[in-house]
T-cell receptor, first 118, second 109 residues
Framework: GAVVSQHPSWVICKSGTSVKIECRSL??????MFWYRQFPKQSLMLMAT?????????EQGVEKDKFLINHASLTLSTLTVTSAHPEDSSFYIC??????????????FGDGTRLSIL | DAKTTQPPSMDCAEGRAANLPCNHS???????VYWYRQIHSQGPQYIIH???NNETNEMASLIITEDRKSSTLILPHATLRDTAVYYC??????????FGPGTRLSVLP
């Protein structure tokens, strides 16, 4: 089946640093990738949608200057949390959808990145 | 996007079938019903999806009512490793996957 690889799986860093998370579709091309955030005991919340070669679309309330998304190829999207602070600590999950225009296309998810800001 | 509602939690005995219900009474004709599950500290795992007909794969079966207003995910022989949060999502191209709170399934020994 389709595999989405996310790296790193765990990051601990000091407040004020920037952190980059990579999301790769390993065996399929993904024109669209998605970034979610999940706080403890809560459900996944969509942060942004990225399309290869164009600017990402951010959900309401998500700061685009804080969470930089780059989708430079059909198999790679990156999320950079700039000047991270403790309130940015969360579980970040990416997903990708195989190329297609039908609703009959599952999204495949990475295993997530647990970000802890000290 | 159609809203789905699921019971917050369910228990199931190991080896028995787990039947997880989902209501999607406002689903539109071209929206698919998707099921995912999330095991603690992992990303969601795709299980199955369907439009009108019942579907079965190596993981589960999906039963969709004729009026499409509800569905049931069936895990035929639940194991301890099936303990997870299960999400039912109504989706069509052009929409976003919207995750509700899901059902926390606990498989008991």
């Amino acid at each position: 089946g389709a595999v989405v690889s996310q790296h790193p799986s765990w990051v601990i860093c000091k407040s004020g640093t920037s952190v980059k998370i990579e999301c790769r579709s390993l065996d399929f091309q993904a024109t669209t990738m998605f970034w979610y955030r999940q706080f403890p005991k809560q459900s996944l919340m969509l942060m942004a949608t990225s399309n290869e070669g164009s600017k990402a679309t951010y959900e309401q309330g998500v700061e685009k200057d804080k969470f930089l998304i780059n989708h430079a190829s059909l198999t790679l999207s990156t999320l950079t949390v700039t000047s991270a602070h403790p309130e940015d600590s969360s579980f970040y999950i990416c997903s990708a959808r195989e190329f297609g225009t039908a609703g009959n296309q599952p999204q495949h998810f990475g295993d997530g990145t647990r970000l802890s800001i000290l | 996007d159609a809203k789905t509602t699921q019971p917050p939690s369910m228990d199931c005995a190991e080896g028995r079938a787990a039947n997880l219900p989902c209501n999607h009474s406002t689903i539109s004709g071209n929206e698919y019903v998707y099921w995912y599950r999330q095991i603690h500290s992992q990303g969601p795992q795709y299980i199955i999806h369907g439009l009108k007909n019942n579907e079965t794969n190596e993981m589960a079966s999906l039963i969709i009512t004729e009026d499409r207003k509800s569905s049931t995910l069936i895990l035929p022989h639940a194991t301890l490793r099936d303990t997870a949060v299960y999400y039912c999502i109504a989706f069509n191209y052009g929409q976003n996957f919207v995750f509700g709170p899901g059902t926390r399934l606990s498989v008991l020994p």
